[in-house]
């Protein structure tokens, strides 16, 4: 899958709240869809359709055990997320950076 392909259901699946909270839980540790489902309120099919856009982009990895389905962290999409954010993130600095100089130049020279 082409990297911008990636970014974009890596940021898409992160923009809804419960998806997230199913990250956060997930960190704590393996959990079925069921146990995903429970504290949430939701039906398992509700569950079921968060769990399947989060696998589709990567964040987690589903296992058939038994009857259920276990779910875990897959966190490689979110180290592609990480560096394009981080990219941004330097770029960012580097031109505030020249800014504050400017403006720091300017402010030596009022006056003269």
């Known amino acids: 899958m082409v990297q911008q392909e990636v970014l974009d259901r890596v940021f ?3 923009a809804d709240p419960q998806r997230r909270r199913i990250l956060v839980r997930l960190g704590e540790g393996p959990a079925t869809i069921g146990e995903l489902a429970e504290p949430a309120g939701m039906s398992l099919t509700g569950m079921k359709k968060h769990v399947q856009v989060l696998e589709d982009a990567g964040l987690i990895v589903t296992e058939k055990v038994g009857r259920s389905r276990q779910c875990r962290l897959g966190a490689a999409p979110l180290d592609e997320a990480m560096a394009w954010i981080g990219f941004y993130q330097r770029l960012w600095a580097r031109k505030l950076d020249g ?3 400017y403006f720091t130049l300017e402010r030596g020279t009022e006056g003269h």
């Open 12 to 14: 898409a699946s992160l």
């Open 99 to 101: 800014l504050d100089a």
